[in-house]
């Protein structure tokens, strides 16, 4: 059976770690607006914050992404979600934390996963050479411990790290977002991708939409998420 690359362990470590900052990212802002209102709309709001920016942007997060670096779109995203932490965390221990300050993190946060989540599903066929049977064992494994990370492992260990203090889930998820990004730093470049000519940027967004809408199997894969991500949130 052939190897997977080496690239592939970090890659994979990497997000893997950035999934587990979203999963304590998820439990510890609601948590911690919690600590500042019992309104449940502003823990709605907090917690809407951060999915907004895949209604708002993701098909155009795409399309950017396509004429960025990937690699580097992926460590300069998770550095900057670790800079961003440091703001509330210092808000926390000085006490002036505050939901508004909460939910503009989140938004800016997921507006941060976007990126790297899709620079990371663009690259890997590119450092796996586009071998179809080394993308299914790949893509297998960065599923299954996305899943694992942000949906079972994250939440809980961003509640109990909030026991410990109101800033300890922040710094903690600042630090897993430096590591994933000095790992990203340390993947092997690819080339860059060569947009189309004078295409631009809405036209390109709106040619990959078109491009799901017309295929049943993609749409159909799009839709099912999608319904149950609405009832289950």
């Not at 694992?148 to 630090?175: E, H, I, K, T, Y």
């Amino acid at each position: 059976m052939q190897k997977l690359p080496t690239g592939f362990g970090r890659l994979w470590t990497a997000q893997t770690i950035s999934s587990l900052g979203d999963g304590v990212t998820h439990a510890a802002l609601p948590l911690l607006a919690l600590t500042l209102t019992r309104d449940p709309m502003a823990l709605a709001v907090v917690t809407a914050a951060g999915t907004l920016p895949w209604l708002l942007f993701g098909v155009l997060g795409g399309a950017l992404v396509d004429r960025w670096d990937r690699r580097r779109t992926m460590w300069i995203a998770d550095t900057a979600r670790a800079v961003l932490l440091a703001i509330p965390a210092a808000a926390a221990m000085l006490d002036v934390l505050s939901v508004p300050l909460l939910a503009a993190l989140a938004f800016l946060l997921g507006l941060g996963g976007l990126f790297f989540d899709t620079a990371a599903t663009a690259y890997l066929p590119d450092l796996l050479r586009r071998d179809p049977t080394l993308l299914q064992r790949a893509n297998s494994r960065l599923r299954g411990t996305q899943t694992a990370a942000s949906g079972f492992a994250g939440p809980p260990a961003g509640s109990a790290l909030l026991a410990l203090g109101r800033a300890v889930p922040l710094l903690a998820d600042a630090v897993s977002f430096a590591l994933s990004a000095l790992l990203v730093r340390s993947l092997p470049p690819m080339p860059r991708p060569v947009p189309e000519a004078r295409e631009s940027l809405l036209r390109q967004a709106r040619t990959g939409a078109s491009y799901v809408v017309r295929d049943r199997l993609l749409l159909g894969l799009a839709l099912r998420p999608a319904v149950g991500n609405v009832a289950f949130l």
